[in-house]
């Protein structure tokens, strides 16, 4: 079906070769910007460059455009609440994931077909003054029988407490861009 799924993924918000080159190969690449509109070009200048350095790159909050530049899947947030992937024509290898904070939104992402769901946040981080902590985040990863990516608040003083989690990987941005 896929290639290898990556199991440690990253968000980016701009094209920055030397950042990217810096990092694993193995990490999948999650482009996300808040902050403007979707730019085709930058995305596709990423696509290309992930694509000739033998890495997974993806787009956030829109899987129309992901389909139509061919890129190896998209990335639903937890606050996109109706998504129907079934109008869709997904190529075998598209991926779609999505992230959750409950389990509202757990079952949310179920009914959007998400493959991979992020579930954050594990640890506390500027935006969520609580995380979840090992004990809650465990008890909802087996809510779900999706791929779980613990997000948020991961870094290189609890990267070793990812053991006590029932995690397919991980994701960061502080943890691979500090």
Do not use: W
């Amino acid at each position: 079906m896929h290639k290898k799924i990556p199991n440690i993924f990253t968000f980016i918000s701009d094209f920055k070769k030397e950042e990217i080159l810096k990092l694993n190969k193995n990490i999948g690449i999650i482009f996300r910007n808040y902050k403007q509109e979707n730019n085709k070009y930058i995305i596709l200048k990423i696509k290309h460059f992930c694509k000739s350095n033998n890495r997974r790159f993806y787009l956030a909050n829109n899987i129309k455009l992901a389909i139509n530049l061919d890129l190896d899947g998209a990335y639903i947030p937890s606050f996109v609440k109706k998504q129907d992937i079934q109008n869709y024509s997904l190529r075998k290898k598209f991926l779609i994931m999505g992230s959750a904070h409950n389990v509202y939104q757990i079952r949310q992402k179920e009914k959007q077909s998400v493959e991979i769901l992020f579930l954050s946040p594990l640890f506390k981080t500027k935006k969520y003054k609580d995380g979840l902590g090992i004990i809650k985040f465990n008890l909802l990863s087996r809510l779900t029988k999706k791929k779980i990516i613990a997000l948020g608040g991961i870094n290189k003083k609890n990267i070793n407490k990812l053991k006590l989690t029932n995690t397919y990987g991980f994701s960061g941005i502080s943890y691979f861009f500090k």
